[in-house]
């Protein structure tokens, strides 16, 4: 018998899931559902659900391996697991638009999959709110699983064997050209990754880009620019993104793999936004799946 009460939310993924509460404990059979959601819709949505960080990093280890914090290990050598999403800092203060750490989180507003400029990406990200603007600070998301159903057979195949080269210092360096220290660059350097991957549960395929992929393995950069960014803008088109606005006490867990997703932005001088993230190891490289 199904746990879940599973209603989808947009053409091409996302799924609002109710009937469960994440305060009790989670059966084995729960846990396997939620995967299985999770490979079918990419993106699922548990309203209401009020968390701390202790439960949050129990549910993640249900979920898989939590991933290290790149910037705070990459920084100071330190591992911790948790990432905040917005202005306000955990004694309760708030940054306003000029603050760095503000200014540095605008890298988000670009579509992206969470690191992966790591060599082992993440699988998962899951987000907790508890703060939210007033207005703004939505989060928009789209399927590439689903841009890749939508290219002709030639392009599907032309696109198939080849490894596109992601670059944390490329992308941030949009935002500024500062924007990474010398120890975090060094921590990430440019790392390659399959163009196109499969769900290993289900075989469906996707495209994998975003902001950082910076070029094609063996491809001069301009040919190579041309074609991810002719990709990611047909992904992205907005009739086919689903604009998440948040609300407290929301829980969502989103693929990487097969989803990219972005900031909407929000005025932080006048807006308070608190979001806690985790994320789940991708099972290793992509170049080996």
């Known amino acids: 018998m199904a746990v879940l009460n599973i209603e989808p939310i947009h053409q ?3 799924a609002r899931i109710t009937g469960i509460d994440m305060r009790a404990p989670i059966s ?3 846990v396997v559902e939620i995967k299985a959601a999770i490979d079918d819709y990419s993106f699922v949505l548990f309203p209401n659900q009020p968390f701390d960080d202790d439960r949050q990093m129990a549910f993640t280890k249900l979920l898989g391996e939590p991933e290290e914090s790149h910037v705070a290990l990459g920084e100071t050598g330190t591992v911790t697991y948790f990432g905040t ?3 306000v800092q955990q004694d309760g203060s708030k940054l306003g638009n000029d603050h760095r750490k503000t200014k540095f989180l605008t890298g988000n507003n670009m579509w992206h999959s969470d690191s992966s400029f790591r060599a082992v990406p993440a699988r998962l990200s899951i987000m907790c709110a508890y703060e939210v603007p ?3 600070g939505a989060t928009e998301f789209v399927s590439l699983r689903a841009a890749h159903g939508r290219l002709d057979e030639e392009t599907q195949d032309r696109i198939d064997p080849l490894v596109a080269i992601h ?3 490329f ?3 949009k935002v500024a050209p500062d924007a990474v220290s010398p120890s ?3 921590s990430l350097p440019p790392v390659p990754q399959k163009l196109v991957r499969s769900n290993p549960a289900t075989g469906a395929k996707n495209y994998y880009l975003g902001s950082h992929a910076r070029t094609i393995q063996g491809w001069d950069d301009a040919p190579a620019r041309a074609l991810l960014d002719d990709l990611q803008d047909r992904a992205t088109q907005p009739e086919h993104a689903y604009a998440h606005a948040w609300q407290p006490e929301d829980l969502v867990i989103w693929d990487n793999r097969c989803l990219l997703h972005r900031g909407a932005g929000y005025d932080a001088d006048r807006n308070r936004r608190y979001m806690r993230q985790t994320r789940v190891k991708g099972d290793g490289p992509t170049m080996g799946e």
Do not use: H
């Open 171 to 173: 992308s941030r360096s």
């Open 184 to 186: 975090l660059a060094a």
């Open 12 to 14: 091409d993924f996302g």
């Open 28 to 30: 084995g059979e729960a």
């Open 134 to 136: 007033e207005t703004g």
């Open 85 to 87: 999403i917005g202005n």
């Open 167 to 169: 670059d944390y210092v």
